[in-house]
């Protein structure tokens, strides 16, 4: 797919479909074009009086357009401007597909349309995204297709660079989902390292990897506990990105990367299980966050941590009831095995505090609990800084990710009391997502700002969401690139 954002006037819309959004921001122009103007008035009307209750496309018998499509905002109702652009976006390049049609203009020439490029480019990239590399019978979005933004003369060039940028960061996102995407027989935790090597060197980014050796030998017993029942060892992975301009800051992006969840001797029931090849979703979040900012160079350093290991039951794995000592002192006893995303990520707060965190984010699938109490569409949120938690927030509602915080009350870490250990790695059956969040809380490194993503809710769907195949959404990677971008602007004062 091709894109190109050019200022045309009337006469030079030549296009298989023209794709018009009916949208307060995007103000319109007026045609040139009695008739068409009057065809989108008369439609405008049947929209606002809910006449039409999906997009009008139409064979359209003009010289240079030979088809329409239109949508109207009260086609989407629950979602903002920007996520029903991106929603149109996709369907539009649907019709687009069925129908053959190889040039797709989207009038954007609208008062304010410029700001709305960059999220027709997000929908149509992330729109026509498939996973079909194992099927016989492909269904690729055809790589011929061209798409015009048209756009004013006025916004011109920062109107390409948005183009630009935002069809970098989501090409990047469509990888993280393809990783997501594959079995858990492909992706496992050297298959991730590798990966980070490769990057590393096309970005010249320092990366390092600690193998099983290494992990014993610098105790790192959470994911040596963890990865102890599969035949794939555990793995300790960095990558560190600096900007040209010195920066005080180091963000540390750390992403749970269980390459399979089955559970462990605490086995899983096997409906659904399947989904546990997601469970590296946090990593592949970091690991592609770090590929996009490499092209987009952020001027704050950033260091992504991917603590990745495959939990298996074994005659090796840990059992429940199993002690150990993680690096900063504290025994863990593992009364569920199944409860292992917490006790990798420790190993990774270490090394985050080695490398001289400032601010720490985790991404992890962490907890079904939190899935029952947000549901897919939105994922948990919590800290112990409430500037850093609204700054993920933030940029996430930029990007259409949802988060939502949940308290971190002191009084709860009673929960995670038990006569054997200094901690247990569960905490009962109620409040699953915020025992799991306390318990992070005793490991990280002293004065670091922390905030903890749980994204097992929108990590991955069974049917399509917003413009979003089934499957694997890359959730996250759009708000920690984003969260990159802003940082200094964040933190300035
Ligand atoms: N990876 C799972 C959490 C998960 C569940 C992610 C569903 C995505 C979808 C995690 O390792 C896990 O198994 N958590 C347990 C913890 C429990 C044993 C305390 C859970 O949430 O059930
Ligand atoms: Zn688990
Ligand atoms: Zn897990």
């Known amino acids: 797919m091709k894109f190109e954002v050019k200022s045309l006037s009337f006469d030079k819309w030549e296009t298989d479909l023209l794709v018009i959004l009916l949208e307060k921001d995007l103000q319109l122009p007026l045609f040139e074009n009695g008739e068409l103007q009057s065809f989108v008035n008369a439609l405008t009307r049947d929209f606002e009086e809910k006449k039409i209750k999906r997009e009008f496309f139409t064979r359209w018998d003009g010289k240079a357009i030979k088809h329409i499509v239109v949508f109207h905002s009260s086609l989407e109702p629950s979602y903002n401007s920007w996520e029903r652009t991106k929603i149109f976006a996709s369907r539009a390049l649907g019709y687009g597909k069925d129908y053959s049609l190889k040039n797709i203009s989207f009038l954007m020439n609208g008062g304010d349309a410029s700001p709305y490029i960059g999220k027709v480019v997000e929908g149509a990239v992330l729109g026509s995204y498939g996973f079909d590399k194992y099927k016989m019978e492909k269904n690729e979005y055809p790589a011929e297709v061209r798409i015009t933004l048209i756009a004013n003369e006025t916004t011109l060039k920062a109107d390409k660079e948005r183009c630009k940028h935002y069809s970098q960061v989501m090409g990047v996102l469509n990888e993280c989902r393809d990783l997501v995407n594959e079995p858990g027989s492909v992706v496992y935790p050297e298959v991730l390292a590798n990966l980070a090597r490769d990057l590393g060197k096309t970005h010249s980014m320092k990366v390092t990897v600690l ?283």
């Open 211 to 493: 193998d099983e050796k290494s992990l014993e030998k610098a105790g790192y017993k959470g994911l040596i506990s963890v990865g102890k029942g599969s035949i794939h060892p555990p793995r300790l992975i960095t990558l560190e990105y600096k900007p040209q301009k010195k920066s005080s800051i180091r963000l540390a992006l750390v992403g749970k990367g269980i390459t399979f969840d089955t559970g462990g001797i605490s086995l899983k029931p096997s409906e659904k299980m399947l989904e546990m090849k997601g469970d590296m979703a946090g990593a592949a979040a970091v690991l592609y966050t770090m590929k996009a900012i490499a092209y987009l160079k952020p001027d704050v350093g950033v260091i992504g941590i991917i603590p990745t290991a495959e939990n298996f039951p074994d005659a090796r794995a840990q059992r429940p009831g199993d002690i150990f000592v993680a690096k900063n002192g504290k025994s863990v006893q593992v009364d569920n095995t199944d409860a292992e995303g917490r006790l990798v990520l420790i190993d990774a707060f270490a090394r985050a505090g080695e490398l001289k965190s400032t601010h720490i984010v985790d991404v992890a699938t962490l907890t079904g609990s939190v899935v029952r109490a947000l549901g897919q569409g939105v994922a948990g949120i919590m800290g112990n800084s409430q500037v850093l938690i609204d700054a993920v927030i933030k940029s996430g509602a930029n990007h259409g990710e949802n988060f939502w915080p949940l308290p971190l009350p002191e009084e709860y870490k009673e929960m995670l009391k038990t006569p054997y250990a200094d901690i247990n790695n569960i905490g009962g059956p109620n409040a699953g997502a915020i025992t799991a969040g306390l318990f992070l809380q005793e490991f990280l490194p002293e004065n670091t700002a922390w905030v903890h993503l749980d994204i097992a809710g929108p990590f991955m769907f069974d049917k399509p969401w917003k413009y979003y195949k089934e499957g694997a959404t890359g959730f996250g990677m759009k708000t920690l690139v984003d969260l990159c971008w802003r940082f200094k602007e964040y933190f300035s004062n």
